[in-house]
């Protein structure tokens, strides 16, 4: 119902930084809570960050809070996550969604419709 697209994923050395853009198409999501996860190979997925519909609220994994910012636009229908002081394991294929629920989700099941992903290689 609602297409997911991520882009701005590449190649960056440890301590650079990189923005990644999630477009949706098909719905808005003014009203929907939106997320970042994070997948390795050998590895769940895993949360990375969250936003309100109105951008006025957001969460962090542990692993990313002080180093990641969620932000939304909802004119353009697109969700970011900037990404700072990378370290080689934040290495992974990360993934925009939209949650099932008008709170802030944290949780994979929690949300119902997932981009293809963007590749995040940190290189030391």
């Known amino acids: 119902q609602v297409q997911l697209v991520e882009s701005g994923g590449g190649l960056v050395q440890a301590g650079g930084s990189l923005r990644l853009s999630c477009a949706a198409s098909g719905r808005t999501i003014s009203s929907l809570v939106m997320g970042w996860f994070r997948q390795t190979p050998g590895k769940e997925r895993e949360f990375a960050a969250a936003?309100?519909?109105?951008?006025?609220?957001?969460d962090y994994a542990d692993s990313a809070k002080g180093r990641f910012t969620i932000s939304r636009d909802n004119a353009k229908n697109t969700v970011y996550l900037q990404m700072s002081s990378l370290k080689p394991e934040d290495t992974a294929v990360y993934y925009c969604?939209?949650?099932?629920?008008?709170?802030?989700?944290?949780?994979?099941?929690?949300?119902?419709?997932w981009g293809q992903g963007t590749q995040v290689t940190v290189s030391s």
């Open positions: 936003i309100s519909s109105n951008g006025l609220r957001t």
């Open positions: 969604a939209r949650s099932r629920y008008s709170r802030l989700s944290v949780r994979e099941y929690e949300y119902d419709s």
